[in-house]
T-cell receptor, first 115, second 112 residues
């Protein structure tokens, strides 16, 4: 299996621009998570989906952030307009509802820099 | 709510030294417990897990035992290598829930 795939790996944009991050989960996994990692705040859960339906978006920082999952193999996280404080590494992770535990499998992350 | 507390880093050790990273948790019921590792520039990878009390998870020479009486899941390795330098995250998931609660991470640096 190719694992969780994220694109782009690096994104540099100017303040005010729209940014779209992409994620392809592991085939057969029915949960998808978006996280943000910064030095100051550590690893934060932004939103997660089950069978393409958003379950909990309480971690989304504000209305500038939105996430979609149009099908089982694709999800996007959009920031519009972007601000310098959005600079972080964004991770996508997926998991399968089965077995004893629900370990998550992480993608390599997208490093976002907003200038 | 559920929480995970792990020791502050960074931890600096010489190669072949013994490693312990402490982790304690608060959760209702019997959660599953995990250690994840993050190498520089990469995402988190599952290192080991344990799903019930007294289980021992192990992988790549690392071990951790699920201790319900002390609500702990300390990570140990008998002889660390430079390649073990990374950030280690303790985590839990409550039974029946997909969300994983992560600790703040402990950075390990191993020097030759």
């Amino acid at each position: 299996d190719a694992g969780v795939i994220q694109s782009p790996r690096h994104e540099v944009t100017e303040m005010g621009q729209e940014v779209t991050l992409r994620c392809k989960p592991i085939s057969g996994h029915d949960y998808l998570f978006w996280y943000r990692q910064t030095m100051m705040r550590g690893l934060e859960l932004l939103i997660y989906f089950n069978n393409n339906v958003p379950i909990d978006d309480s971690g989304m920082p504000e209305d500038r952030f939105s996430a979609k999952m149009p099908n089982a193999s694709f999800s996007t996280l959009k920031i519009q307009p972007s601000e310098p404080r959005d600079s972080a590494v964004y991770f996508c992770a997926s998991s399968f509802h089965g077995g004893e535990s629900y370990e998550q499998y992480f993608g390599p992350g997208t490093r976002l820099t907003v200038t | 709510g559920d929480s995970v507390t792990q020791m502050e880093g960074p931890v600096t050790l010489s190669e072949e030294a013994f490693l312990t990273i402490n982790c304690t948790y608060t959760a209702t019921g019997y959660p599953s417990l995990f250690w994840y590792v993050q190498y520089p520039g990469e995402g988190l990878q599952l290192l080991l897990k344990a799903t019930k009390a007294d289980d021992k998870g192990s992988n790549k020479g690392f071990e951790a035992t699920y201790r319900k009486e002390t609500t702990s899941f300390h990570l140990e390795k008998g002889s660390v290598q430079v390649s073990d330098s990374a950030v280690y995250f303790c985590a839990l998931s409550a039974r029946g829930y997909q969300k994983v609660t992560f600790g703040t991470g402990t950075k390990l640096q191993v020097i030759p």
